[in-house]
């Protein structure tokens, strides 16, 4: 096959990366819908999914789905506990129907320990999770843990057949590491924190491997500006502006999975995180979390809240109106003609608040075929399944081989490195210049894109050397202490 066709199929559903109107706060699923700025703790803010290419790895598949946005590492007392009360789930479709065959299933639990001090003649109960320096070997100072169950469901995310995902010892239970509180409590972070990456029993599958822990926000981005009409030069060099997250952290959820556990029988898997919450919340009047009794009651179905595959498409993409309805849709239903968001795609709005506020030339061909490819469908002879329901979601042909770090191209596909972005999303693929050259017509001819060939960037620079080469990728998150 040659590389022109990937080309000309990959401006498809790159460009859907920073499509339509710019009208929220925050970038790459970060705050991109109003219903979720309530809750962050189960917004989904990226997703990432390639082959491993860890040494000795490469017949796994690494999926990282990233939750709570914007944490500062002093962040203290509380930091970034996940919910104990939501569902986090990662989501595998391998037929190709956008309907989910496999899902990983995480559930968290916040134990804590009242401790008291003797003040005077009071017992009074401590302000901080831990009293001392602590490992992981020895946490008898710390007095708040988050631990995990983990399950693999078939079928249906809700009625399929569901077992549990253990260590090798058979342990159910898995710890998280605590968030990074600084220097004098967690003396080596890194160490502490790597005795956190589990081996994990799969059934019906081998032995993989999860992680779920803060870390460095990897996403790169120029973003106050991009958010006030785009305030750079679109136009400068790819490294000339300041990546704005670079003083904030993440919580990684992070599994590596054998390829052919996920298969069905093809080369194509597309993936999807999302997050749900029950129907209904009643709040304690004097909430006491004792006995990891929580602040509040929950019951009823399990209602999704947040949803996300292919970067920046609730941001950029899915317009105000229908951001909290993205949310909580499902994949099998995007190109409904009443209920889908295919208009969104075929039609975006960036190209022409380029035109304006900076006079370039938006493509003229209208609708947007060039977008639906990659975006709805995959791309044919790359990562297009047979007999596609189209939809939005990330696709990765498990065959294609992977690089090391230093020899991936950030531009994934566009530059003819073709186990990049949309074939897949790597730590180190640069998405929003991605985005920002399709979107602006590179595939498209220079009648129906004048301006299609320039390139065009947010200059928050971003590549694989950024990141390490081993699961899970991301790098440390920061301290909260010494500051940063």
Known sequence: MKFNKYITATALGVALAATAGMSNVSASSHREAPFITEMPKVDGTDFYMFRSYETGRNDYITLIANYYPLQDAYGGPNYFALDPQALYEIHVDNDGDSVEDITFQFRFQTTQQDVKLAIGSKQVSIPLINTGAFTAADTSSLHRQEDYTLKIIHGDRRTGASADITDLSGNKTFLKPVDNIGNKSIANYDAYANSYIHDIAIPGCTAGRVFVGQRLEPFKVNLGEIFDLVNTNPLGAPNAEVNELADKNITSIALEIPRSCLTGGGNIIGAWTTSSLRQARVLNRAPKFKNNKPASVEGGAWTQVSRLGSPLVNEVVIGLVDKDRFNASEPKNDADAVDGFADYVTNPTLPALLEILFGVKAPTLFPRAD????????????????????????????????????????????????????????????????????????????????????????????????????????????AGSPGN
């Not at 065959?399 to 003819?416: H, K, M, R, Y």
Request: charged residues 15%; without cysteine.
């Open 371 to 478: 977008l639906v490819q990659a975006f709805l469908t995959g791309v044919p002879g790359l990562n297009q399944p047979t007999g596609v329901t189209a939809s939005e979601m990330l696709r990765l042909n498990v065959t294609t081989a992977e690089l090391d770090a230093a020899s991936q191209n950030p531009l994934g596909v566009i530059a003819g490195d073709t186990a990049g972005f949309p074939n897949g999303r790597r730590p180190g693929d640069d998405v929003v210049d991605i985005a920002l050259r399709v979107v602006m017509g590179v595939l498209l001819s220079a009648t129906d894109a004048p301006d299609g060939q320039l390139a065009y960037t947010d200059g928050a620079e971003v590549n694989a050397t950024m990141f390490d080469s081993t699961f899970p990728y991301f790098k440390t998150p920061l």
